[in-house]
């Protein structure tokens, strides 16, 4: 099953590409695309402003990304795909968190500590026009709307969990594009420009705290130097 935000457009194909891939694995029991707008690391950088433009930007990425998964502690519901089965025996979405916000978290909590592999795949981009869904509830509402539902999610946890900044998780997957970039499996001119599209990305995320702020940029310093220091020797493969 899908679960579809309406704020989304979703290119030719994307929705039966997900069905495909969850159908194509069973060890997988959710997964989402990249796009545009999430709080996680299925964000990728876009440069365009315009719906067409960023559409165009996505599918190029997908070209670049043919067959590339990655694994995740945590999805968007903007747009993912569930086994049915999965879904129900969970319960489905929480409805202590109302409106909305969160509610995927709690999900993807509860999914973990089933044993769910969660994954993305970056081979399927979908537009995402981020919180449209809530414009009408006006800013102040979102807001307090949000917080509510932060502390809905540390209480039923009881504070046990950890919810990591978007920064840490796209600097997670740079540091995978290092990994696969050693083992020289892939095409690498392609890995090259996925690498550097997350670092566009990570440099809209710098913290504000100045010595946090120095600590992130040292992190990605030396990130782009292990990266950049890997060899072009080995011949290329495709993935």
Sequence with gaps: MILLNSDTVVPEGGIERLSRLLFDHPDWGMLGPVTNEAGNEQKVFTRSKDQDGIIGEGKEWCARSQGYYFPSERLDFFCVAVKKSLYESLGGLDEAFGAGYYEDVDFCVRAKLA??????????????????????????????LMHENKRVLRKKYHGKIKLFHMRDRNMNIMKQYLLVKRECTVNLYDLDYKF??????????????????????????RLC??????????PMMRY
């Excluded at 769910?116 to 509402?141: L, Q």
């Excluded at 130097?225 to 080995?234: A, N, V």
């Design 115 to 144: 044993g769910t592999e969660m994954m993305v795949a970056e081979d399927c981009f979908v537009y995402h026009s981020s919180g449209k869904t809530f414009a009408e509830m006006g800013r102040d509402r979102v807001k307090t």
């Design 196 to 221: 550097n599209n997350r670092l566009l990305l990570a440099n809209t995320m710098y913290p504000h705290n100045p010595v946090k702020k120095l600590i992130y940029y040292l992190r990605l310093r």
């Design 225 to 234: 130097s292990d990266f950049r220091q890997e060899s072009y020797s080995t």
